[in-house]
């Protein structure tokens, strides 16, 4: 049936605007039309309505909901200190959400959020576009056949620019953890450590991170993790330190090869079957991984605007079927737990088990 989902959106600018196309990608679902748009901007607000072509417009995100009770809600403001607000005022209602990553800044946030949806069977779906990406089936199935014989480890980092550090563990890290979680499963221990200036990073370096993230510490951050089946995960990020192309990929190493998995919706997955991992000294090359299998042409459309299509559809679909989206509430809740594990295992100096014990407030809060 057309149409047949009303969505709001809700956006902040100035303060995290509206996503990577958590908008404007309803235009491309015909199941859903967008009926409101809010935004406390009123600059921002006009352009977004009249970008997304929204019959209605409110300054306030509540009074837009009250009013139109919409069936979904996109949340596209990227700053995370506004996530736990806006979702749980759509969940305790029973409205369904898309929303920009990160999911919430604390455990007891992600424990609230969780629980209200379930007490009303709303549903969340986060943006990890990656998530959706239908590679990551021809991948388990290559590490399921063998292909890769035991896997060993999974390595991955962030993006390592300005952001680099805890930041972008946040920010972009994010993206690679739930990845990492894709092949590996829950994470059952975290042990890191973190540096400020090249030194270990003390109480007196932690500052309020931008965006809304909230206490931060750490330009160069190093993280292991230990996973099912004695799979040994690792996720670093160090400032200022970016390569063209870019490190921001996640990489699988088994006894038998490696696959490279970049970030996003169909990137350049590749495959080299060398237990060596070193094609210079094998002669081994790289085998291009695609949806439709190794060395084959792919045959889908590609980009996350495409990847926000697949999510929603998804989530549609989640509605429908009584089920939980690909890239769930649950998923997005292991994501902040193993990021606060790092800040966790930190202030600990060792290694802490996940899920944490302590969910109450930031592993940063009051720390001595």
């Not at 030194?199 to 160069?220: I, K, N």
């Amino acid at each position: 049936m057309v149409n047949q989902y009303r969505v709001a959106v809700v956006g902040a600018t100035g303060r995290g605007d509206y996503g990577h196309g958590l908008d404007t990608v309803w235009k491309e679902v015909p199941e859903t039309s967008v009926v409101a748009v809010a935004d406390e901007h009123e600059g921002g607000r006009e352009s977004a309505r009249k970008r997304l072509e929204a019959p209605a417009a409110y300054a306030s995100y509540r009074e837009m909901i009250e009013r139109e009770r919409p069936d979904i809600v996109a949340i596209g403001p990227r700053w995370i200190d506004q996530h736990f607000e806006m979702v749980h005022y759509c969940v305790e209602r029973g409205i369904h959400v898309y929303m920009e990553k990160p999911f919430c800044r604390t455990l007891a946030e992600a424990d609230a959020l969780v629980q209200a949806s379930e007490a009303t069977h709303s549903r969340v779906a986060i943006a990890h576009q990656t998530r959706y990406c239908p590679i990551i089936p021809v991948v388990q199935k290559l590490i399921a056949d063998g292909v890769l014989g035991a896997v060993l480890e999974i390595r991955a980092r962030g993006k390592e620019d300005a952001r680099g550090g805890a930041e972008d563990l946040w920010v972009l890290g994010s993206h690679m953890l739930n990845l990492m979680t894709a092949f590996a499963g829950q994470a059952q221990s975290c042990a890191a450590q973190l540096w400020q200036g090249g030194q270990p990073a003390r109480p007196m370096d932690v500052v309020d991170g931008r965006e809304g993230l909230g206490p931060l510490v750490g330009d160069h951050v190093q993280a292991s993790y230990q996973f099912e089946g004695g799979i040994s995960g690792f996720f670093a990020s160090r400032k200022g330190q970016a390569a063209n192309p870019s490190r921001f990929a996640l990489q699988i190493f088994g006894s038998k090869g490696v696959i490279d998995y970049p970030s996003g919706y169909l990137p350049a997955v590749s495959l080299l079957t060398d237990g060596s991992w070193a094609p210079g000294r094998s002669g081994q090359a790289w085998k291009k991984v695609t949806s439709q299998g190794v060395d084959r042409p792919e045959t889908l459309p590609g980009g996350n605007a495409r990847g926000n299509v697949i999510a929603v559809q998804d989530l549609l679909a989640a509605i429908r079927e009584h089920r939980q989206p690909l890239c769930s509430i649950y998923e997005a809740r292991q994501t902040v737990e193993m990021i606060l594990g790092v800040f966790e295992s930190h202030r600990r100096q060792g290694p802490v088990r996940l899920p944490l014990a302590t969910r109450q407030q930031h592993p940063l809060t009051d720390w001595k």
